[in-house]
C-alpha cells in the first residue's frame, strides 16, 4: 500500500511563499492498494491535481469523507473523475441525525455555493457510513468509527494483508478527559490508530494556541505524539497544519517534539508530495 500527501493543510487553504514545502492545499490523500484499488481520503483543495495526476483509464475510484466541514469537501467540484462518464465514482462519508449523506452533500453541490448539482454527476454511488463500520474495497479492509471532533466525524482505518494505514486527520482526543491517555480504551480513535504501520494524525496546534482553542475538534504536536505512543504505531505523520503555520513555523515546531528523546517511533513531518510505502 502507497499513500502520497496531496493536501495537507487544515481549516483554510493558505497557498503562498510561506507554505511552499508543506503544502497550502487543505486535506487530501491518495491511497494506492495492492490489488489496483485508488483510494482518495477527504476531498480538500487537494483533491483538485489528483485528478489531474490520474491515468485517463482508471475504471474506478473511492473517495473516503471524514466529515464535511468545507475544507473537507470544498475540492469535490473540481475533482475530474466526477465528470466522466468512464469512471466509476463511490463516494462514501458520515450521514447525520437529521440528514443523510446526499442531501448533506447536495448542499455544497448546487447552487448558490456551487454551480453543478450533485445528481447530475454521470456515474457517482453515494455509501452512507453508520458507525462503527466495516466494509470491503477490493482487496482492502476498512474500519471506519467516530472520533472527537464537531459534528459526525469518522477516522478510518485501512487494512491490506500486511499493512496498516490510519487517518484520523481531525481529532481531539484530549477534549474532557482527565489524566489525558491514561487509557486506551477510553481514548478517542485507539482501535482505530491501535499498531498501525502509519498514522496520519491531526496536529494543528502548539500548547499555547491549543489553550485558546479547547473543544475545537483538534490536536496539539504533542497530543498527536502522546496519541502516537499509546497506540504503538511505527511512524507518525504530522497533519491538518494550521493555516496559520509557515513552513519554519514547522520545522521549529517538529524540532523540538524530536528533542524529546526516544519516541518509540518515526515522526514524519506531513509535507505536501510525500509518498510513503505502508509496509
Do not use: N
Not at 498514522?199 to 490536536?219: C, F, K, M, V
Amino acid at each position: 500500500m502507497k499513500a502520497t500527501l496531496w493536501g495537507t493543510r487544515g481549516s483554510l487553504a493558505s497557498a503562498g511563499p510561506d507554505t511552499i514545502r508543506y503544502g497550502g492545499d487543505t486535506a487530501a490523500v491518495e491511497v494506492r492498494g495492492p490489488g489496483g484499488e485508488i483510494l482518495v481520503l477527504d476531498a480538500g483543495s487537494g483533491i483538485r491535481p489528483i485528478g489531474d495526476h490520474l491515468a485517463a483509464d482508471v475504471p474506478r475510484l473511492d473517495i473516503l469523507l471524514t466529515h464535511l466541514h468545507m475544507d473537507h469537501i470544498q475540492g469535490l467540484g473540481f475533482f475530474a473523475p466526477l465528470f466522466d462518464p468512464m469512471v466509476d465514482v463511490h463516494i462514501w462519508g458520515p450521514g447525520s441525525t437529521t440528514l443523510s449523506l446526499a442531501k448533506r452533500l447536495t448542499r455544497y453541490l448546487s447552487p448558490p455555493l456551487f454551480p453543478v448539482l450533485l445528481r447530475d454527476l454521470p456515474t457517482v454511488t453515494l455509501h452512507e457510513i453508520h458507525p462503527p463500520a466495516t466494509f470491503d474495497i477490493g482487496s482492502l479492509s476498512i474500519q471506519a468509527d467516530l472520533i472527537v471532533h464537531p459534528g459526525p466525524t469518522l477516522g478510518y482505518r485501512i487494512e491490506s494483508t500486511d499493512c496498516v494505514l490510519a487517518y484520523l486527520p481531525d481529532h481531539e482526543p484530549a477534549l474532557g478527559v482527565s489524566g489525558f491517555l491514561a487509557h486506551a480504551a477510553w481514548t478517542s480513535g485507539f482501535d482505530l490508530a491501535r499498531q498501525a504501520d502509519v498514522l496520519i494524525h491531526d496536529a494543528q496546534y502548539t500548547d499555547d494556541e491549543y489553550r485558546q482553542r479547547i473543544g475545537w475538534g483538534h490536536s496539539t504536536f504533542e497530543h498527536a505524539l502522546d496519541f502516537a505512543g499509546l497506540a504503538g504505531v511505527k511512524r507518525l505523520v504530522t497533519f491538518h497544519h494550521d493555516p496559520g503555520h509557515s513552513d519554519d513555523k514547522l520545522d521549529g515546531v517538529l524540532e523540538e517534539m524530536r528533542a524529546r528523546g526516544d519516541l518509540g517511533f518515526e515522526l514524519i513531518p506531513g509535507q505536501v508530495g510525500l509518498t510513503l510505502c505502508v509496509e
